[in-house]
Nanobody, 118 residues
């Protein structure tokens, strides 16, 4: 089992920045990829960004150039730096980790609210 605890959400004005963090604990040696998802009210959960253990990243088109995902394997932590935030970025953001080689994630955090006001 892997436990995930997110922090760093909040309220920010459009154009502002926020940084999210997620610390993993438990059976951390099995973790391969780490990522961030988000879910807005009435919408499906969507992948925002992912990063492999080796540092390869992928982003949703809607956040490319504005968000940066990074990880510190020594600290079992994944980060999401969000710049130039827009009201449409408002959502609950979830940290996720994968133990698999292929796509998909196995464990999820409890979520942290990000609200961007116009």
């Amino acid at each position: 089992q892997v436990q995930l605890v997110e922090s760093g959400g909040g309220l920010v004005q459009a154009g502002g920045s926020l940084s999210l963090s997620c610390v993993a604990s438990g059976n951390i040696f099995t973790i391969k990829s780490m990522g961030w998802y988000r879910q807005a009210p009435g919408e499906q959960r969507e992948l925002v960004a992912g990063i492999t253990r080796g540092g390869n990243t992928n982003y949703a088109d809607s956040v490319k150039g504005r968000f940066t995902i990074s990880r510190d394997n020594a600290k079992n932590t994944v980060y999401l730096q969000m710049n130039s935030l827009k009201p449409e970025d408002t959502a609950v953001y979830y940290c996720a980790v994968s133990r698999r080689v292929g796509p998909g994630y196995d464990y999820w955090g409890q979520g942290t609210q990000v609200t961007v006001s116009s």
